[in-house]
């Protein structure tokens, strides 16, 4: 089965041809991110109007990629939430649009589903169950999965999502969005040990988060050093250094408990925040510690992108799930 993916859900316009028998056939994307880095953050309703414009210029772009026409596709898949309304609804109507003229099964797929199945484009792909650890701009979430649909949450964030917090802190440093790429560049030149951010809620038991006193202590530290004039490059990079250990230290002891209280021994991570390399390297070495192997996405699959879209559309489309054509799903707020 050849299946379109759509993803529009936010700031990325994502792309993809996912074939059940030989993989991922193309793969193409838009990235939004300097239209909006002028604003601070995601305009939703440039975004959505970025997105009409670029879709289907994209679809047109993987079909060739892949060798094939609209017709030879099988079914289509497209996020139908959470995200901005706006933006899901231009990869929904096309979706169901384009299923309805070519009489093709289209699915609407959850964006976190998305994520969580990214691993599963790569060589070696984990098999069922595994822990999950979703962290993106939005979520902030410790899943156990037995397999695609069989969730159960272990913890999550009862405030900021981790990619949040990296964005918060990244407009103190004065860094432009979006904010994770940028702290964990400028964190390359921090002095280790200079200061000591908390690990928020891991003093007690359970497998929530909270970022948000991250962020309040970021700017509080920021603001002691500016008003004792000591706030220089090198300032700003320390306080980058303790912020990302900060969080990645949380992330890193709350995924050691995960696997003690399941008893499983694989660990996938996906989201923009996954593309860390503080928090591979953290997690890697913890989890050799456990004998436990830990799965994530190549770099460009971490972010959003049409080729989650796809795989974990075609695994449903192929179990028999689909829309009923012409009820488009945009589902902002989607548990
Ligand atoms: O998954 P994603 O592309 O979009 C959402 O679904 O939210 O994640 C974007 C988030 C942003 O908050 C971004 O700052 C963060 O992922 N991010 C990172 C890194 N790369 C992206 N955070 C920390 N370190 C990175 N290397
Ligand atoms: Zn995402």
């Keep these: 089965m050849r299946v379109l993916g759509i993803e ?22 838009f990235s939004q991110i300097a239209m909006h880095a002028e604003y601070g953050g995601v305009v939703p309703e440039l975004a959505s109007r970025d997105h009409t414009r670029r879709l289907l210029p994209l679809i047109q772009q993987v079909l060739d990629e892949a060798d094939m026409t609209r017709g030879e596709l099988d079914a289509i898949a497209y996020t139908a939430g959470p995200g901005l309304v706006g933006a899901l609804m231009v990869g929904a109507s096309t979706a169901h649009g384009m299923a309805r003229a070519l009489d093709i099964p289209v699915l609407g797929v959850h964006h976190m589903e998305g994520h969580l199945m990214a691993p599963m484009l790569e060589a070696a792909p984990p098999a069922f169950p595994f822990v999950a650890l979703l962290v993106s701009g939005g979520h902030t979430q410790l899943v156990e999965v037995q397999g695609q649909g069989q969730y159960r949450l272990l913890g999550e964030s009862v405030d900021d999502a981790a990619g949040e917090a990296f964005d918060k802190a990244a407009k103190m440093l004065g860094l432009a969005y979006p904010g994770g790429p940028q702290v964990a560049r400028l964190a390359e030149t921090g002095n280790p040990g200079r200061f000591r951010f908390p690990r928020p809620m891991t003093d007690r038991p359970g497998l929530d988060f909270s970022f948000s006193g991250l962020k309040t202590h970021t700017l509080t530290t920021l603001r002691q050093l500016d008003a004792a004039g000591e706030l220089d490059d090198q300032a700003r990079a320390d306080v980058a250094l303790a912020f990302e250990e900060a969080v990645v230290d949380t992330l ?12 499983l021994k694989r660990l996938v991570m996906a989201g923009g925040v996954s593309a860390n390399a503080r928090l591979r390297e953290r997690l890697g070495h913890e989890a050799e510690k456990r004998s436990a192997q830990v799965y994530y996405p190549r770099g460009r699959f971490c972010t959003d992108n049409g080729a989650m879209i796809a795989l974990a559309g075609a695994r449903r489309l192929l179990a028999g799930e689909r829309d009923e054509i012409g009820l488009m799903k945009a589902v902002p707020r989607w548990p």
């Design 8 to 29: 529009t859900s936010c700031d990325e316009t994502g792309v993809a041809i996912y074939d059940t028998d030989r993989g991922l056939l193309a793969d193409a994307l």
């Design 252 to 263: 890193v002891i709350k995924c050691r408990r995960a696997l003690d209280d399941t008893g």
